[in-house]
């Protein structure tokens, strides 16, 4: 049950009017860490690449859609959706491809072999990301699984806690807002060890300020960290 005082605050918290703001995806903007590293020399080396297929594997929130638009702004790469009727191979054999997602978004298993094909012969690169190895992947054509194996697959872990410090004061200063170190290692000390947790903590307390009117303060940070599912220690 709600206290009274608290559903009078919740009645008078004014809803902001929520101006987007302009998130730093460029190569330049890319904070790179150990976790990182291997997968950030991969696109930096392209074209220059050990094979024509590359995999970036990591969890949610590891930075793979970030390294993905570097590589497809750098190449000019094409996104595709490997499934039948798809045109997925014809766009391989034009130039380079990238595909997001392998394992969420599903593909067929004839088309992206076609792909994998079409780069291999033309010349051309193909980027997959995905939040698991190829191996356990649901694939069912031998020739596909073949063609998997041979492929460059680049792990991205977990971020450590001062990477996550340096994404929070980016994702603050991408909207023109900056917080002492203090609350950053704060905030960090207490959320999930996921870029998405971070991304999630700091629009939440974008918007609650702007909402409210005041200033993002440590008391503000610990209600969102409980809001969001953390366990919050007071000092």
Request: proline share 6%.
């Amino acid at each position: 049950m709600i206290d009274p005082t608290e559903k009078d605050r919740r009645r008078h918290e004014q809803l902001p009017l929520f101006f987007p703001y302009d998130a730093a995806t460029g190569r330049d903007d890319l904070l790179v860490s150990e976790r990182l590293s291997a997968a950030v020399s991969i696109i930096d080396a392209w074209p220059n690449w050990p094979s024509p297929v590359v995999i970036l594997a990591g969890p949610v929130g590891s930075g793979k859609s970030h390294l993905a638009a570097i590589w497809r702004e750098k190449s000019g790469a094409t996104p595709i959706h490997p499934q039948a009727g798809s045109g997925s191979a014809a766009a391989a054999a034009q130039g380079s491809v990238l595909f997001e997602d392998a394992e969420r978004q599903g593909f067929d298993d004839t088309e992206l072999f076609h792909v994998i094909n079409s780069v291999r012969e033309n010349g051309h690169s193909l980027l997959i990301t995905s939040r698991l190895w190829p191996m356990s992947w649901p694939v069912a054509l031998p020739d596909l699984r073949s063609r998997l194996k041979a492929a460059t697959v680049v792990e991205i872990g977990e971020p450590d806690e001062e990477l996550l410090a340096q994404v929070i004061v980016k994702l603050f200063a991408d909207r023109q807002l900056y917080i002492d170190d203090k609350l950053v290692g704060y905030i960090v000390t207490r959320m999930e060890r996921s870029l998405a947790a971070a991304q999630t903590i700091v629009d939440r307390l974008d918007r609650l300020a702007l909402g409210r009117g005041t200033r993002i303060t440590r008391q503000l940070a610990a209600e969102v960290l409980n809001e969001v599912g953390n366990t919050v220690e007071d000092d």
